[in-house]
């Protein structure tokens, strides 16, 4: 997929308070540099990234801006009393055909993040549950088609790539804006998200690893 056809939104406006350190999760320490930093290192071909920033804002900008200066950034204000979705349609303004929608506690391993970022069309990833508190994912003939239900087999970590166009504005969880769209193609990835003190700890270990299961 022609990386001129994409916009990367990165949303990290949220306060962490699962985690509680008291910091944005996109700046927790992993492996020696913030969680951002090793997001926007797979993304280096891509010129139209859009990071929403909310709690500790200022410091999020100003550790990006060291790394890459063309990072445009969106505000959500609101962001002790609004979800993801709203963070996410800050984003949406200008977008491209295609956006990425990336959650900014989340870690993919590289080879597995190239193939879903080049794969041609709509998709969404999906992972073995491995989280303390995960996004059930139903996925049925590689298909992903309900979230939160009985039968869900699957983690969804916060990885969407989607058509602009079909993109309805919500106030509450990303997966809501999804979920309508279904059912859509799921690309397997190894990943982890950071939720709570044990995700932290096992992403560290994860990443150390290689990103390997």
Known sequence: MNPNDITIIICCAGMGTRLGIGSTKALVNICGKPLIIHQLEQLKKYDDIRIIVGFQAENVIEIVKKYREDIMFGFNYDYKSTGPAASLCKGLIGARKY?????????????????????????????????????????KDEKATSFFREDSNFEWPGLAKLKKERMQIEKGYVFEMIEPLLPMKVINVRAREIDTPEDYERTIEWVKNGYLD
Request: charged share 25%; net charge negative.
């Open 99 to 139: 956006i990425v929608y990336i959650d900014g506690d989340v870690l993919v391993n590289p080879d597995d993040f190239k193939y879903f970022l080049d794969y041609k069309g709509e998709c969404l990833a999906k992972t073995t549950i491995t989280s303390a508190e995960p996004a059930l994912l139903t996925v």
